[in-house]
């Protein structure tokens, strides 16, 4: 990756109790400069039914979420299938090589990441994270969902948040949280 790409970090998607929810924080950087503090890296997909995120070079996410979109509605919205071929593409493909992020797509039944390395990985405990913040926001969602099984989906992601940008210097407080129709 080169110092003048513009890289933005922290995604959290949940389902839990039967809702689904994705949310991040708003911070793009550029090197060791914060070049923006209100991006918004998480979208609904195919009317609404389908949640997605990017973590890393912001261009390369936009273009991957484009993708992404065309690969659900030739595979009429099936998120598995699409997430597949997509991680198919994104390997064999040498423009599609070059792109550096990371995805989060979910619906209210399975989440997933997708990577270039042709990686499609579907969590053991429904709770996905990418970005550098994402480890400390796995913690804890991981913690809330163990000793609040009450808290709304929506609630969880944004307490990940919060908590992962109290840790992770390339993470800010300015929250986008999403949840499906």
Do not use: C
């Not at 998480?42 to 992404?68: C, I, M, P, Q």
């Not at 913040?133 to 919060?162: F, Q, T, W």
């Amino acid at each position: 990756m080169s110092v003048f790409d513009l890289h933005a970090t922290t995604v959290v998607g949940i389902i839990h109790n039967g809702e689904a929810a994705i949310g991040s924080d708003g911070q793009a950087t550029l090197d060791k400069t914060v070049m923006k503090s209100t991006v918004k890296k998480v979208r609904k997909l195919h009317n609404g039914k389908v949640l997605a995120g990017f973590a890393g070079s912001t261009a390369d996410a936009f273009t991957l979420f484009e993708r992404y979109e065309e690969k659900l509605n030739e595979y009429n919205g099936n998120m598995q299938r699409a997430a597949v071929e997509l991680a198919k593409d994104w390997r064999k493909d040498k423009f599609l090589q070059k792109l550096q992020a990371l995805l989060i797509v979910m619906d209210n039944d399975y989440a997933l990441v997708i990577s270039g390395q042709g990686d499609v990985i579907e969590p053991d405990d429904n709770i996905v994270t990418i970005g550098s913040g994402g480890s400390y926001a796995l913690a804890a969602a991981r913690a809330m969902v163990k000793h609040s099984p009450e808290m709304k989906a929506k609630d969880i992601v944004s307490e990940a948040l919060r908590i992962a940008a109290d840790i992770d210097i390339y993470s800010n407080h300015n929250r986008t949280i999403l949840e499906i129709d």
